[in-house]
C-alpha cells in the first residue's frame, strides 16, 4: 500500500488498529477472563454468586499457592485501601490518586471482617465515598464476597456485581486461590465500551498482580517493587511509541517504518500488560521493537523542536 496521501494513511492505520483489536477480543480477552482457572473452576459454584444471581457475565481466575491455605488467608484479608493495600502495582494505583498503603506484613489488626464492612478501594474521602464494595459473604478461612455496582451504575441503584475471594486446600502444603467477578450486563453503550476496552483489561493487570502478590507473600517472598516500576514503565514507553508513531503516520514522516511501529507497539503492549513476562524480557523486546532515537528525532521534525 502506497501512504502519500492522507487518506491513505489514516485508513492503513485504521486497519492496523482493527487488528489489534481483533487480537485483543479473540485471542486476548477469552484468556485473561479464565486465566489459571481449569473448566472445572470455570463451572463450579463459588460463594458468593448468589450476590448477582441472574449475572450475564463473569470471570474467574486462579492461582496455585505452596503453602497451606490457613497461611494463605490472613494475607487475602488484610487486602483493601485502608488496610495492606492490593499487593499490586502501587505506582499505577498511587498516580491515580488511590494512596495505597504497602505492608509486608501480617497485621492482626488488619484482618477482621465482618458481613457490611467495606473493602476500600479508593481513599473514603475522594470520589464522593464511592470507591468500595460491601462484604456479603464471610466464611472465615475460605471466602470473601463483596456485593459491587459496574462502571456506570449510579451508587443509588441496586447492586449488580460481585467479585470473591476463595481460597481452596489442595493438600497439607498448597492451595488454590480464587477470584471471581460477575456482573448483572445491561450496561449503555459508552460504558459498555469502556468496561470491554479499558476497565477489563485494566482490572485483569492489576488483579492478576494482587494475586501473585498474595502467592508471593503467602510462600515468604517479598514482591519487588523495582521490577514493578519498570514493568510499568515499559507499558508507558509502549503506550507513548503508539501514539506518536500512529501521528508521525499522519504527518506523512516516514509512514510505513511508523505504522510498522504503531503494530508492534499495539502488539507488544497487549502482551506485556496482560501476559507479563520478566520485565527484563520485556525491556529487551521493547528496544527491539521501536528505536526511541528515530522516534523522538521525527517527532522532533514534526512539531519544529529539532
Known amino acids: 500500500m502506497r501512504l502519500e496521501h492522507p487518506l491513505v494513511r489514516v485508513a492503513a492505520l485504521l486497519i492496523c488498529l482493527g487488528g489489534l483489536l481483533a487480537v485483543y477480543f479473540s485471542i486476548a480477552r477469552p484468556w485473561f477472563r479464565r486465566w489459571g482457572a ?19 457475565s463473569g470471570e474467574t481466575r486462579a492461582i496455585t499457592i505452596a503453602a497451606p491455605a490457613a497461611q494463605v488467608w ?19 494505583e498511587n ?16 484482618q477482621s471482617w465482618k458481613p457490611g464492612d467495606k473493602l476500600w478501594m479508593y481513599p473514603p474521602r475522594k470520589a464522593g465515598g464511592a470507591g468500595f464494595a460491601v462484604l456479603a459473604v464471610h466464611e472465615p478461612g475460605r471466602a470473601l464476597g463483596f456485593a459491587a455496582r459496574q ?9 449488580d456485581g460481585s467479585w470473591t475471594f476463595v481460597l481452596q486446600p489442595i493438600d497439607a502444603g498448597s492451595s488454590r486461590l480464587l477470584f ?31 494475586m501473585e502478590g498474595v502467592k508471593a507473600l503467602a510462600e515468604g517472598r517479598k514482591p519487588s517493587a523495582a521490577l514493578d516500576n519498570l514493568q510499568v514503565a515499559l507499558w508507558a514507553a509502549l503506550f507513548v511509541a503508539f ?5 508521525l503516520v499522519i504527518a506523512g514522516r516516514r509512514p510505513a517504518r511508523h505504522l510498522a511501529t504503531f503494530t508492534a507497539a499495539g502488539l507488544l503492549f497487549q502482551l506485556l500488560t496482560l501476559v507479563q513476562p520478566s520485565p527484563f524480557i520485556g525491556l529487551a523486546l521493547v528496544l527491539a521493537t521501536i528505536r526511541p532515537g528515530v522516534v523522538i528525532r521525527s517527532f522532533e521534525k514534526v512539531t519544529g523542536r529539532g
Open 38 to 56: 481449569t473448566d472445572a473452576e470455570v463451572a463450579m459454584a463459588l460463594p458468593g454468586d448468589d450476590v448477582v444471581p441472574q449475572a450475564r
Open 74 to 92: 490472613p494475607w487475602l484479608t488484610q487486602i483493601g485501601q485502608d488496610r495492606a493495600g492490593f499487593y499490586s502495582y502501587r505506582v499505577l
Open 95 to 110: 498516580l491515580f490518586g488511590c494512596e495505597m498503603p504497602d505492608i509486608k506484613h501480617l497485621d492482626p489488626r488488619l
Open 151 to 159: 462502571i456506570g451504575t449510579p451508587a443509588t441503584a441496586p447492586v
Open 180 to 210: 471471581r467477578g460477575r456482573a448483572a450486563g445491561g450496561l449503555r453503550s459508552f460504558a459498555a465500551v469502556f468496561n470491554f476496552g479499558v476497565f477489563e483489561p485494566v482490572h485483569f493487570a492489576m488483579e492478576r498482580r494482587t
Open 243 to 247: 501514539v506518536v508513531s500512529a501521528g
